[in-house]
Nanobody
Framework: QVQLVESGGGLVQAGGSLRLSCAAS????????MGWYRQAPGKQRELVAR???????NYADSVKGRFTVSRNNAKNTVNLQMNSLKPEDTAVYYC??????????????WGQGTQVTVSS
């Protein structure tokens, strides 16, 4: 079993900053790509940012220059630093990871989600 546990969401005013963190644990052989998705009410879940095990990143156009994704491979954690937040960033943010288990099963895992609310 693999678990992803998120922390760091909350309420912030427009222009403010928040930092999300996610830790992967369980029967893992290796953790490949990790990242963050978000889902606003009435909308589909969308990619926010993703980072591979060698540090390559990709971002949604809407967050480029404002958000930064990083990871600690030794601790199997991924962070999302969100600056210059806008009301349209309001959503539930989900951590995501591609994990190869000890049993050599490659799975795509999700955290439980953390609410980010940006007030205008």
């Amino acid at each position: 079993q693999v678990q992803l546990v998120e922390s760091g969401g909350g309420l912030v005013q427009a222009g403010g900053s928040l930092r999300l963190s996610c830790a992967a644990s369980g029967s893992m052989f290796s953790v490949n790509a990790m990242g963050w998705y978000r889902q606003a009410p009435g909308k589909q879940r969308e990619l926010v940012a993703r980072i591979t095990s060698d540090g390559s990143t990709n971002y949604a156009d809407s967050v480029k220059g404002r958000f930064t994704v990083s990871r600690n491979n030794a601790k199997n954690t991924v962070n999302l630093q969100m600056n210059s937040l806008k009301p349209e960033d309001t959503a539930v943010y989900y951590c995501n990871a591609d994990v190869l288990s000890i049993a050599m099963f490659l799975g795509h895992y999700w955290g439980q989600g953390t609410q980010v609310t940006v007030s205008s």
